[in-house]
């Protein structure tokens, strides 16, 4: 064996101590499911109770250990797109909304330079009623549920325009959370009622629909006034908000439709079996998401945010390297989460900003403005609250597809046919 000198020997032992600190660590926490914003927060608010929610048993899970690690979770880092601040989407299964709804505010102020606050309820109102035609039109063979897929805006904008939040917000009776749990029960109900008495009047059906949802949420306006002028929801997209439904697209990326095609998304919240969605190979994918945000563009993203690398404690999103290693995230190993439904179709959310290679490392991080109950653990008076960091890594492996302006893909849109 030759002789190492000692500082060839020094070299070594550094990058092995530097490998070693890059190594991913889980832990085991325990978790007392009556703590946490949704719990102290939202779920206060929606029973109306004061007392704490308690636990008989303590609930673990293993998570990624994120001590320790220099981690960019401040919104600061990052160079941003302007977006109104968040909102908690409370107990509701409408982040579909939420997300895609701050997504076209952003888009307003880029196109025309105004700051406007959009009714993400108000769509919401308008999709219960579509999910309840179809349920009729297809005899009960079709989903009835609160969750949606970002693309549904565009689509109930087309039909029924939109609202501005101060008209519409969904909240009544002084609460200050939205809860569509009973609301949905309701409307469940009824809907499987005409299963037994084989009663499909369209017109009776859907009336019941928009009475539930009139008790739960309030009458949606068919005109008001917004600084001097009479509107309709019709005439505020078109000549207030500007902006056209159809400049918005969907790319996705996996592995079991065919790549350069027009394809559907073939998950349950895609209830009308939407197959407008652009399928690009993975790294075609990343670039794309890339490119937008650098040029300005923000985009409503949707995936899967159930993973041991999803901190609710530092608010970053990372893949662990007990998971897979950063060198063999590919389109096998995405499709195959896919594939056993290990990525599940879990939240949308909008991508507002970016971090370029944080600290030289050649690896990029995201800034996420998100609406659910986790991104609020923190405390309202962090940086944080509100906000995930997104390492591109988890992009990469579990984040399935993205709404974004057509202009920000032309290159990736001129090799569809």
Same mark, same amino acid.
């Given at each position: 064996?030759?002789?190492?000198?000692?500082?060839?020997?020094?070299?070594?032992?550094?990058?092995?101590?530097?490998?070693?600190?890059?190594?991913?660590?889980?832990?085991?926490?325990?978790?007392?499911?009556?703590?946490?914003?949704?719990?102290?927060?939202?779920?206060?608010?929606?029973?109306?109770?004061?007392?704490?929610?308690?636990?008989?048993?303590?609930?673990?899970?293993?998570?990624?250990?994120?001590?320790?690690?220099?981690?960019?979770?401040?919104?600061?880092?990052?160079?941003?797109?302007?977006?109104?601040?968040?909102?908690?989407?409370?107990?509701?299964?409408?982040?579909?909304?939420?997300?895609?709804?701050?997504?076209?505010?952003?888009?307003?102020?880029?196109?025309?330079?105004?700051?406007?606050?959009?009714?993400?309820?108000?769509?919401?109102?308008?999709? %219960?009623?579509?999910?309840?035609?179809?349920?009729?039109?297809?005899?009960?063979?079709?989903?009835?549920?609160?969750?949606?897929?970002?693309?549904?805006?565009?689509? &109930?904008?087309?039909?029924?325009?939109?609202?501005?939040?101060? &008209?519409?917000?969904?909240?009544?009776?002084?609460?200050? %959370?939205?809860?569509?749990?009973?609301?949905?029960?309701?409307?469940?109900?009824?809907?499987?009622?005409?299963?037994?008495?084989?009663?499909?009047?369209?017109?009776?059906?859907?009336?019941?629909?928009?009475? &539930?949802?009139?008790?739960?949420?309030?009458?949606?306006?068919?005109?008001?006034?917004?600084?001097?002028?009479?509107?309709?929801?019709?005439?505020?997209?078109?000549?207030?908000?500007?902006?056209?439904?159809?400049?918005?697209?969907?790319?996705?990326? %996996?592995?079991?439709?065919?790549?350069?095609?027009?394809?559907?998304?073939?998950?349950?919240?895609?209830?009308?079996?939407?197959?407008?969605?652009?399928?690009?190979?993975?790294?075609?994918?990343?670039?794309?998401?890339?490119?937008?945000?650098?040029?300005?563009?923000?985009?409503?993203?949707?995936?899967?945010?159930?993973?041991?690398?999803?901190?609710?404690?530092?608010?970053?999103? =990372?893949?662990?390297?007990?998971?897979?290693?950063?060198?063999?995230?590919?389109?096998?190993?995405?499709?195959?989460?896919?594939?056993?439904?290990?990525?599940?179709?879990?939240?949308?959310?909008? =991508?507002?900003?970016?971090?370029?290679?944080?600290?030289?490392?050649?690896?990029?991080?995201?800034?996420?403005?998100?609406?659910?109950?986790?991104?609020?653990?923190?405390?309202?008076?962090?940086?944080?609250?509100?906000?995930?960091?997104?390492?591109?890594?988890?992009?990469?492996?579990?984040?399935?597809?993205?709404?974004?302006?057509?202009?920000?893909?032309?290159?990736?849109?001129?090799?569809?046919?």
């Amino acid at each position: 064996m030759k002789k190492i000198s000692i500082g060839i020997a020094f070299m070594i032992v550094l990058t092995l101590g530097i490998q070693a600190q890059n190594v991913s660590k889980g832990k085991i926490i325990t978790e007392q499911k009556g703590k946490g914003f949704y719990f102290e927060s939202i779920l206060k608010d929606v029973t109306a109770v004061e007392e704490k929610q308690t636990e008989k048993e303590p609930y673990q899970r293993f998570v990624m250990d994120q001590t320790g690690m220099d981690l960019p979770n401040n919104p600061s880092l990052y160079t941003t797109v302007w977006s109104n601040p968040t909102q908690s989407q409370g107990n509701a299964g409408t982040c579909w909304s939420f997300s895609t709804t701050s997504f076209y505010e952003s888009e307003v102020l880029r196109q025309h330079g105004k700051k406007v606050e959009i009714s993400e309820i108000y769509s919401a109102y308008c999709e %219960y009623i579509e999910k309840a035609r179809r349920f009729i039109e297809k005899r009960g063979n079709s989903v009835f549920s609160e969750g949606s897929e970002g693309n549904a805006v565009a689509r &109930i904008m087309k039909t029924y325009g939109a609202v501005p939040d101060e &008209i519409y917000s969904g909240l009544i009776d002084g609460r200050k %959370y939205h809860s569509h749990a009973k609301m949905v029960e309701e409307m469940t109900a009824f809907l499987n009622s005409l299963k037994t008495s084989n009663a499909w009047n369209m017109d009776y059906a859907l009336e019941t629909i928009k009475s &539930i949802m009139n008790h739960y949420l309030g009458v949606p306006p068919s005109e008001f006034k917004l600084e001097g002028k009479t509107y309709t929801p019709q005439t505020y997209l078109k000549d207030y908000l500007q902006i056209n439904p159809d400049d918005f697209i969907e790319i996705l990326s %996996y592995k079991q439709e065919p790549y350069w095609q027009q394809v559907e998304y073939k998950v349950t919240d895609n209830w009308w079996h939407n197959k407008d969605y652009y399928n690009v190979p993975l790294d075609d994918f990343m670039a794309a998401l890339k490119k937008a945000v650098k040029a300005g563009y923000s985009l409503s993203i949707g995936g899967d945010v159930s993973e041991s690398g999803f901190s609710r404690e530092t608010n970053c999103a =990372v893949i662990p390297d007990f998971d897979i290693p950063s060198a063999y995230i590919n389109e096998d190993a995405r499709q195959f989460r896919f594939s056993n439904e290990t990525t599940t179709d879990d939240h949308g959310m909008q =991508v507002i900003g970016f971090l370029e290679n944080y600290k030289g490392l050649g690896k990029d991080w995201y800034l996420i403005k998100d609406s659910s109950s986790g991104s609020r653990n923190v405390g309202s008076d962090n940086p944080n609250f509100g906000y995930y960091f997104f390492h591109e890594d988890y992009i990469k492996l579990k984040m399935m597809g993205f709404t974004v302006h057509k202009d920000a893909v032309k290159d990736i849109l001129k090799k569809f046919k």
